[in-house]
């Protein structure tokens, strides 16, 4: 699906734009968040403990490239609001549709997947040196990730998990298969730290069938709650689940 810009456009993306969402339940409230992508290139590994580090190993600088932050919407008040906050910032402004803002999973989940359609419109508009959908296959970044991976916080995995997933829809559904096969072996390797109840595997299996991307989403929810150890949402999404399959 095509992004809506209400400022600027996808033929000269500046990249970095305010994401707004309207409440589905009051329609006068604005949700918004900031994506932003890079215009420079970083040595990450400048600014990681040693411990992260090994040999020559390298980290894939393409996943720094871009973020959104906050990682769901805020509320940000009224649509005047918003217009005039873009016109001082001179941001590109998206229509990001309607969310229930109850459902921060599924909202942080939204944001990935525009942000992913974002950062592609964006490097396919700048010189061709920079092309965040890199194909990175070797066994150094892998290590590295795994280090990763290890160190971070529940909340750091879930959010890693969802960018992974967003990216391997989006790759999904443009058929780029090598960005495809990065981001499962990418989220094959953050499986292992999770239980196997979680079901990352099946997160997987739905994610790359265009046709079963909603039952994905479903999985999705149900490890968030699980990890949050909310086994009241954790049981409605399992009902959800067996309903769809």
């Not at 942000?115 to 959908?133: F, H, R």
């Not at 890693?160 to 960005?179: D, M």
Request: net charge negative; glycine share 2%; hydrophobic share 30%.
């Amino acid at each position: 699906m095509d992004l809506i810009f209400e400022r600027g456009s996808n033929n000269s993306p500046k990249g970095h734009a305010l994401l707004y969402f309207v409440n589905q339940d009051d329609n006068s409230e604005i949700w918004a968040t900031y994506l932003i992508t890079l215009p420079i290139d970083v040595d990450i590994t400048k600014y990681m403990p040693p411990f992260l580090m090994n040999n020559n190993n390298q980290i894939n600088q393409s996943e720094f490239k871009s973020f959104a932050f906050p990682p769901s919407p805020e509320l940000i008040g009224n649509y005047d609001t918003l217009i005039t906050l873009a016109d001082q910032r001179d941001d590109d402004l998206i229509d990001g549709g309607t969310i229930d803002v109850k459902d921060s999973a599924n909202n942080m989940m939204k944001v990935n997947e525009i942000l992913s359609q974002y950062l592609s419109i964006y490097n396919s508009k700048i010189t061709d040196t920079t092309n965040v959908l890199e194909e990175s296959n070797s066994k150094e970044n892998d290590d590295v990730y795994n280090l990763m991976y290890e160190f971070m916080s529940a909340d750091d995995r879930m959010s890693e998990l969802q960018k992974l997933l967003s990216k391997l829809l989006y790759a999904t559904e443009n058929s780029e298969t090598n960005l495809a096969l990065e981001c499962e072996r990418d989220i094959e390797s953050l499986s292992k730290y999770y239980p196997e109840n979680h079901k990352i595997n099946k997160i997987i299996e739905y994610t790359k069938n265009k046709q079963t991307s909603e039952i994905a989403e479903l999985y999705y929810k149900r490890c968030f709650y699980l990890v949050k150890e909310n086994y009241e949402k954790v049981q409605e999404y399992e009902k959800l689940i067996d309903e769809k399959e």
